[in-house]
């Protein structure tokens, strides 16, 4: 299930979030960057993890924040989304907004597979500069606690 041409024909609606977190586990980075490399397979796995974040939201570790995170996904072209959390609502939206983010993540396609799915430790990810943040370091880290990040 991990060669390209099964990720092309994976209904990805249908996958389980910790069978994805297997899926992406278990992927090359041969294969990550052959996922990178067809524009059109990249942008469905990446709008369908970004589909899924309103599912994966955990709206009582969100209390009173009011924030927009941008998300930029870098690669042959880069892929911006935004998620805006507010009155324990997180709403997503594809393409980057006048509003101010008041953090942003920076990574590229393999850092951002293994970010979502529980495959990679975002604070080894930072120092080793694999993932970018600007803005509200403080918020940074509390993102994972906003989501049910799924086990591989």
Do not use: C, H
Not at 108 to 114: Q, S
Request: proline fraction near 4%.
């Amino acid at each position: 299930m991990t060669d390209k041409l099964d990720l092309d024909s994976l209904d990805l609606a249908a996958v389980s979030p910790d069978e994805f977190a297997r899926i992406v586990k278990g992927l090359s980075g041969r294969e990550i960057g052959e996922i990178a490399r067809d524009d059109v397979l990249r942008r469905r796995v990446i709008a369908e993890i970004f589909g899924r974040m309103e599912r994966q939201f955990r709206p009582d570790a969100a209390g009173p924040l009011n924030a927009v995170i941008r998300w930029k996904i870098t690669g042959e072209s880069d892929v911006v989304y935004e998620t805006a959390v507010a009155d324990r609502t997180l709403t997503v939206r594809e393409g980057r907004s006048e509003n101010e983010a008041r953090v942003s993540l920076v990574l590229d396609d393999a850092g951002f597979l293994k970010l979502v799915s529980g495959n990679g430790s975002p604070v080894s990810m930072f120092i080793t500069r694999k993932l970018k943040v600007v803005g509200d370091i403080a918020l940074a880290t509390r993102l994972p606690s906003l989501f049910d990040i799924p086990k591989a």
